[in-house]
């Protein structure tokens, strides 16, 4: 006798990866049931400060782009990343980021030209949860559990079951879902249960995080130098980074501790080295909101997948946040499985396109942990110059030397058009390649491509409409003038797969081939001259994971 079952997906863990995927699976019409310890709306700590310009073009489409962008910073308040002798200290350089308030039209900045629908945005994670987390509570379909313990799971060739709790261990009971995502972090239950296990670097920095209160700290930086969100501050006393959260009184500081500071647990005095970063004395006066130690480090999991059970996020992989890349690589994980989950549970994918998700996202994961760590360590160890706060001509000099290296080692991490929009899926089951390679990326650059595994370079149509609206939850076919796809989009209509053509006329130089088609991620699946009805049945047996790949 089947059981019944309490949803279709089960998560574990309400931060922004779980949410997002419980709101993009009941997009799809997808019941979810969500497990989180902490209380509704309980703000988590801070931390990530960044939504990347791929997360906010998946936010546009879910319909909380606006929102989310109106939040945060207040929307004149600059985005620029600042380099200082000390947060009150003398400016070395500036990475010029644009408020909110200008996103769409300002063209100062390196992230400015980027072709996109969405650009970046700047809020820290203490303004983004709570809005994700009301979308959820409404979503159709989405139960939101919090204050509930998730204890073990278990799972057979139909389902997967969890046993949870309250908090205090009462209310014991079992719930049963088709799938399950393990988003609970680090510290990951769900990944510990599946016997998948963490490698890499376990220790590259240890930090001290602390974020503070105080109105009177604008007052004391240089009144004819704009606000930023991110100030680092370079003095032979102290390595900090200071992020604006509100704009008005709160920041988030770290310090950034040696070797040998680390190994000499407590040897480092938290007041002393906040005053260093801020360049400010004993008199002035702060309030510690909350603290947070922390180890830097880069980690990846050997495996993101055991039968039924996916693990996304922090569950995965863990590095050095440069870049803002471990939140959003996170919901870029789960979103690819979340597409590929709904092509299932919807009936028009077979199981096998789940494994793509590990196929497609492991790779990416561990080369950006590569990025990340790279440029953790090329900042570890900066060769300050021994005149670079003094009153001189020698010190004048030595800031301006010191402020173009610092700005030239950090414009790739604040404007990653790389780790945006240059990654590619080139060992997927689910994607049709051609004789094409890809061409590789950086953390600041890549070349726009149409090679399958790519994404689609972003484009508008000529009454101003942006392609990536017109994506359907399945695949979308870009024609060019005179191609013709009637034979992909009669198996299509045939399998249930939704589809739809795009007139590819103002498509920029990179579609070569008469039809290109995408997927909803923005990934190419295919490209060619045409397919007639026997090719169209072999790539949709492809692409939708029916058929080993080829």
């Known amino acids: ?168 261990g009462a209310n014991e009971r079992t719930l049963r879902g088709r799938h399950l995502i393990g988003a609970d972090g680090g510290r990951s239950n769900v990944r510990k249960q599946i016997g998948a296990t963490l490698s890499g670097d376990p220790v590259l920095q240890h930090v001290q995080s602390t974020c503070i209160r105080s109105a009177d700290l604008y007052a004391r930086m240089t009144a ?152 953790q360590q090329k900042l570890a160890k900066p060769s300050l110059p021994d005149a670079l706060e003094d009153d001189t001509e020698e010190g004048a000099a030595a800031r301006a030397s010191f402020g173009a290296a610092v700005h030239a080692l950090n414009e790739p991490q604040f404007a990653a058009a790389g780790l945006n929009y240059g990654y590619v899926y080139d060992a997927s089951p689910i994607i049709d390649y051609d004789d094409e390679e890809a061409p590789g990326y950086s953390m600041g650059t890549y070349t726009p491509s149409t090679v399958p595994g790519c994404r689609a370079p972003h484009f508008r149509l000529a009454d101003g409409t942006s392609f990536y609206d017109l994506l359907t939850s399945g695949y979308t076919l870009v024609a060019r003038p005179g191609a013709d796809g009637a034979a992909l989009a009669a198996e299509a209509e045939r399998r249930g797969i939704p589809f739809a053509v795009v007139d590819g006329s103002t498509a920029p130089a990179e579609y070569r081939f008469p039809l290109t088609l995408v997927r909803q991620d923005q990934h190419v699946a295919w490209r060619g001259e045409g397919a007639d009805a026997a090719a169209s049945v072999e790539l949709w047996d492809l692409l939708r994971g029916a058929v080993a790949a080829r």
């Open 224 to 375: 004819d130098e704009p606000r930023a969100w991110g100030y680092y501050t370079f003095n032979a006393r102290r390595l900090g980074h200071v992020y604006a959260i509100d704009g008005r009184e709160t920041f988030l500081v770290h310090t950034y501790l040696s070797p040998d500071e680390a190994a000499a647990e407590g040897s480092v005095d938290r007041d002393a080295a906040i005053r260093a970063i801020l360049g400010v004395d004993e008199d002035f006066a702060y309030e510690a909101v909350s603290k947070e130690d922390w180890v830097a480090r880069r980690l990846l999991a050997d495996r993101f997948r055991d039968r039924r059970v996916f693990l996304a996020g922090d569950a995965t992989h863990l590095w050095v946040p440069f870049a803002g890349f471990g939140m959003n690589a996170g919901i870029a994980d789960v979103l690819n499985l979340t597409w590929a989950l709904g092509a299932h549970l919807n009936g028009w994918a077979d199981a096998g396109i789940l494994d793509a998700y590990e196929a497609e996202r492991r790779p990416i994961t561990e080369q950006v942990s590569h990025f990340a760590m790279n440029h």
């Open 1 to 168: 006798m089947t059981q019944e079952l309490d949803a279709d997906v089960l998560i574990i863990g309400a931060g922004p990866v779980g949410l997002v995927a419980a709101l993009d699976l009941s997009a799809r019409g997808v019941s979810v049931i969500v497990v989180e310890q902490r209380e509704y709306l309980e703000p988590p700590n801070v931390k990530c400060n960044h939504v990347a310009s791929r997360t906010m073009e998946a936010l546009r489409r879910l319909g909380l782009a606006a929102e989310v962008r109106a939040a945060g910073l207040p929307a004149d308040y600059p985005q620029d990343v600042a380099f200082r002798t000390a947060l009150t200290g003398r400016e070395l350089a500036r990475i010029p980021i644009p408020a909110s308030g200008e996103r769409y039209t300002s063209t100062i900045g390196p992230d400015t030209s980027w072709n996109t629908p969405e650009p970046p945005h700047r809020i820290n994670q203490t303004f983004l949860e709570p809005i994700l987390a009301r979308h959820a509570a409404d979503a159709p379909g989405v139960t939101l559990l919090n204050r509930t313990l998730f204890h073990t799971l278990s799972q057979d060739e139909e389902s997967v079951s969890i046993v949870v709790s309250d908090l205090d």
